[in-house]
C-alpha cells in the first residue's frame, strides 16, 4: 500500500491511540473491513477520507502521506538547529528551526544536510564597515550557479537570492552573524562559521 499513504503508517498511529479497527471505521463512517484493507495494503481509502483520516488519527495530511509523524523536540527558539528545504522543481527555498515535514510542488522536501566548503565552492568574507561583504568564486551560467547565500543570526536569518550571470556576492550585517550556508544547484548546501 504506498501509493499515497502506508497502511504500516495508518496501523502504526491507530495503535499509538489505542483504537480498535472498529473505532477507527466508526470515527470514518466505514467499515471495519475496510480500515483492515488499508491496513494490509488491499485496498486504499478514497482521496475524499485523507483528510478526515489525518484528523482521525491526529497527524497532518502531509505526515500521512509522507509516512513518518514529526515529533518536534524543539520546545525553545535556536537558529542552530536551522533545517533548509530545496525544491528542485521551482526552486523555493523553505526554512524551519527544527523538525518539519515541507512539501512543495507535490513531493515531500527532506532537509538538506550542510558540507564544509571545498575548493570548487571557496567563500570569501570581507568586513567593510559594519557589514560582511561575501563573494564565492563559482560559475554562474544558467546550468550552473550559486542559489542562494544565507547568513544566520542568533535572531534570526536573512538571504540573498542570486541569479544566473549575476554575481555571486551579498552584504550581511555583521552584528550577531554566526554562519553563512550557501547553495550550489548541483553539489548541494555548504555551510562556513563567522569568525
Known sequence: MNQYVTGAMI????????????????????????????????????ISLIEPLADALGVSIIELFSGESVNNTNRAFNMRRIRLHVCPICGNVIQSTGEAVISCCGIVLP????EAGD???????EKAEDEYYVTIAHEMSKAHYISFILAVRDDGCEMKKLYPEGNAEARFRISRTKELYYYCNRHGLFRAPVR
Open 11 to 46: 496501523r502504526r498511529l491507530r495503535e499509538e491511540r489505542k483504537m480498535t479497527q472498529q473505532q477507527l471505521a466508526e470515527k470514518m463512517m466505514v467499515s471495519d473491513k475496510a480500515v483492515s484493507k488499508w491496513e494490509t495494503g488491499r485496498g486504499y481509502p478514497d
Open 111 to 114: 532537509a538538506l544536510e550542510a
Open 119 to 125: 575548493e570548487a565552492h571557496p567563500l570569501r568574507i
